[in-house]
């Protein structure tokens, strides 16, 4: 027997952004699959793809291995070519999909992560957030070469290209990694949306302050949005928790107290509507930190 399971808790959020007419970025958090995709193609075929990521790998009953993830993301792309051939006006849809999940072999707990596309994985401990994933783009691969230096493909004109996906090669290379999960570190999954506007020292300071994932993702969401929007953005946080040891109140409480002064600064950009239907010190903070200033209604406490 496994001595003790580490467990998890996660949250996620998408948002349309500023300039798109539609999402079609997709994510989910249920049946302990952790899963984000971004979507590609007219009208609502991205939407579409991307849905269909995600719902594939709910499909994962029994978690295993890392090759059952794998399975699903094949199946899904094995899905979306067949419906892409089948219906006209989803011809050229595709998806990016990155993934985790949990499961114990042989008494050790183990986080698969799976990856195919330009969405990323992140691992955030001891305040250092170290990309796990390799982006599947255009620039990235020059960047890999040696042919662009990475300040180069973040202002590339093709840096929104990407040379893997669901739906377009029936033979989807997929990129995995088997990890060791640690009581008090965090993931990231996000699409392009959150990284192309929010500067890594940013989405460290989110990560340090807010204590709660769902703060988190609302935190980082608005920071995109500050940042432009100019994609779909979509962010899930999933924190490892010791089931003995939660001291996420206590830290949201201090942060509170105590809130970094470039956090305090950034409570005056642009947030959207808060719901503040609880008085807990990860809403109050929320609320001090990241709403005051975009809806008066509520920040008048
Ligand atoms: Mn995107």
Redesign the pocket.
């Known amino acids: 027997m496994l001595e003790k399971e580490l467990v998890f808790d996660a949250a996620h959020l998408t948002h349309v952004g500023q300039l798109r007419e539609v999402n ?2 997709a994510a989910t958090v249920d049946m302990g699959i952790y899963a984000v995709a ?1 979507g ?1 193609g007219g009208h609502a075929a991205g939407e579409v793809a991307a849905a269909m990521a995600v719902e594939s790998l709910g499909a994962v009953i029994r978690m295993a291995g890392v090759e059952d993830l794998i399975n699903a993301v094949k199946a899904a792309n094995r899905a979306i070519t067949e419906r892409a051939e089948k219906e006209p006006e989803l011809k050229g849809m595709g998806t ?1 999909i990155v993934a985790m999940a949990s499961y114990v072999d042989r008494d050790v707990q183990y986080l698969g992560l799976v990856n195919v596309g ?2 990323r994985g992140y691992r955030f401990a001891d305040g250092t957030l170290s990309q796990l994933t390799d982006d599947h783009s255009l620039v990235a691969g020059l960047v890999r070469d040696g042919l662009l230096r990475p300040d180069q493909a973040e202002q590339h004109p093709q840096k ?1 290209v990407i040379t893997r996906a669901l739906g377009i090669d029936p033979n989807v290379e997929v990129d995995r990694w088997v990890l060791t999960p640690v009581a008090g570190e965090r993931y990231l999954l996000c ?3 959150l990284f ?1 506007e929010v500067s890594d020292a940013s989405i460290i300071e989110v990560l340090s302050t807010f204590a709660f994932p769902e703060d988190a993702v609302a935190e980082l969401v608005d920071r995109a949005n500050a940042g432009g929007g100019r ?4 962010v899930l946080v999933l924190d490892v928790l010791d089931p003995d040891v939660d001291d996420r109140e206590a830290r949201a409480a201090e942060a509170l107290a105590n809130p970094p002064a470039a956090v305090a600064e950034a409570a005056g950009t642009p947030a959207s509507a808060p719901k503040v239907d609880d008085d807990t010190p990860a809403t109050r903070l929320r609320r001090l930190l990241g709403r005051k200033k975009g809806n008066p209604s509520d920040g008048a406490k």
């Open positions: 079609q970025d971004d590609m990016t330009d969405s929104n699409s392009d949306g192309n994609d779909n953005i979509t």
